[in-house]
T-cell receptor, first 112, second 111 residues
Framework: DGGITQSPKYLFRKEGQNVTLSCEQN?????MYWYRQDPGQGLRLIYYSQIVNDFQKGDIAEGYSVSREKKESFPLTVTSAQKNPTAFYLCASIGTAADEAFFGQGTRLTVV | GEDVEQSLFLSVREGDSSVINCTYT??????LYWYKQEPGAGLQLLTYIFSNMDMKQDQRLTVLLNKKDKHLSLRIADTQTGDSAIYFCAESINQGGKLIFGQGTELSVKP
């Protein structure tokens, strides 16, 4: 089955730690995106990559980093510089057709 | 700039029609989407419309686009309790391009 997978589903981070969220797709899509979801604010774009080995900052990139070494994978690192990281993180993989936009099931990150 | 606005809440009775509204500011938006999010889950693409269309119907879903007013709506006929979710409107300038989302409308369906 083709799809997009995020892991883990739940993640807990201590103050000062970096954590990495995984996003993998086997849809052969070039474009992948990371969004952050907070209640009442919709989805805000963190980073995106439209081709391997290239990525761009979104609207709220500060405190986050990404890599795109493989087409299938677009991991997001939440660094200690992100002061308010508790949120629901969604990864998307988008193809060339208008209906080829798929989201993972999300990772809920909580700072403890 | 790019901005998408939605009202935050809508409550309807089972069997009624639901209409969720969305406005956007970017006149170069080419694709407009409706996504559904159930609690604790990712987003599921419901339907989309190209900017050169006025209407698109897909079973119980009808999308209306008023390009002049930059207004998009999603009508759900015969709303069921299983339709309770958050509905997001999104725009994109091109295929494969980044999606700009509204805040989401929480639809509550009462029996």
């Amino acid at each position: 089955d083709g799809g997009i997978t995020q892991s883990p589903k739940y993640l807990f981070r201590k103050e000062g730690q970096n954590v990495t969220l995984s996003c993998e797709q086997n849809l052969n899509h070039d474009a992948m995106y990371w969004y952050r979801q907070d209640p009442g604010q919709g989805l805000r774009l963190i980073y995106y990559s439209q081709i391997v080995n290239d990525f761009q900052k979104g609207d709220i990139a500060e405190g986050y980093s990404v890599s795109r070494e493989k087409k299938e994978s677009f991991p997001l690192t939440v660094t200690s510089a992100q002061k308010n990281p508790t949120a629901f993180y969604l990864c998307a993989s988008i193809g060339t057709a208008a209906d080829e936009a798929f989201f993972g099931q999300g990772t809920r990150l909580t700072v403890v | 700039g790019e901005d998408v606005e939605q009202s935050l809440f809508l409550s309807v009775r089972e069997g009624d029609s639901s209409v969720i509204n969305c406005t956007y500011t970017d006149s170069s938006s080419t694709y407009l989407y409706w996504y559904k999010q159930e609690p604790g889950a990712g987003l599921q693409l419901l339907t989309y419309i190209f900017s050169n269309m006025d209407m698109k119907q897909d079973q119980r879903l009808t999308v209306l686009l008023n390009k002049k007013d930059k207004h998009l709506s999603l009508r759900i006929a015969d709303t069921q309790t299983g339709d309770s979710a958050i509905y997001f409107c999104a725009e994109s300038i091109n295929q494969g391009g980044k999606l700009i989302f509204g805040q989401g409308t929480e639809l509550s369906v009462k029996p």
